[in-house]
């Protein structure tokens, strides 16, 4: 079926329908990687958004049963230059259009993609419909709303759950749609990993006696979600803490900083970020169109990190607490595994407070 991606400034894009025949609804974003595609269908953080990749063929692996970063897929539209229909490899289990159409994810195939991310690099973000050609009559007619402001109450988990029980040490992990290789890398590590939702409150989550606390990535814009900087602060006043995506724009919004919207932001597998402690240069997997702002940077707070092409910051640490946080995924999922590294200094921040708690207690 002939479908068309109709963006609030006018411009039309047409291809084939695949999955779903509805129409869908969000804000047009493009995602650089060549794969991957399965794990950014179902990461919480692209809620509201219709993605379009820009390598031109996708779907050539299919879509298998491990590589899932959630139980579901939360975009509300996927727009490819050319689609797969007969995947090869021996993981796969149903082709793309077969996931898209099984969730009702409206997808778009056969589009000019290199048109349209220049189209979205020049113009800015873009909200727009895919929709059926059949309707293209009724695009007069589109309004162009706002995105939910309760995309974080919307991706959360629901009720608490554990990971490697039992493990060395205990991180709690709030859940702002965090992606399951977050919490897997931590497994990984020996961490036992209980994750709670968004709201919880500072008593529950100091009753489960963690050793760390981890902030989650998740969707939307970070000055939507006030309700928790006074749980981030404290939290962050009382235990090593360490914060990814949203997480760090939470961080540094708890602590007097500003974050803002970026033109058409970072989303892709192969981003150089530069640590500015040793000076070494890490190509980062990154998925976010808000950053923390440079002006009005608190005391508190020194820049960790920073992006090489566009200098913006993507990273902070606090000067006195145990605190910090990356804009970047270091468990990457997809993409690649140069900052790992960051999971370990989580977790020797851990270690040298449980260490100086016991000998405090002898």
Known sequence: MKGVLVLENGRQFRGELIGSSDWSYGEVVF??????????????????????????????????????????PWLTGFITGEACDSPSHFRSKVTLHEYLAQHGITGLTGVNTRALVKTIREAGSLKGYVLPESRLAEAEQFQYPALPRDLVQMVSTKEMRRINVGGELHVVLLDFGAKENISGSLARLGCQVTIVPAGTSFEKIAALQPDGIMLSNGPGDPADCAEYLPLVKKLAETYPLFGICLGHQLLALAFGAQTGKMGFGHRGSNHPVQDLQTGKVWITSQNHGYSVQEHGLPHGLVVTHRHVNDGTIEGVAHQSLPAFSVQFHPEACPGPQDAEILFHRFLAGMKERKGSQLVSST
């Not at 995602?31 to 031109?56: K, R």
């Not at 049963?65 to 579901?72: G, L």
């Open 31 to 72: 995602h650089t990687g060549m794969t991957g595609y399965q794990e950014i269908l179902t990461d919480p953080s692209y809620a509201g958004q219709i993605v379009a990749m820009t390598y031109p063929l996708i779907g050539n692996y299919g879509i298998n049963e491990q590589d899932f970063e959630a139980k579901r």
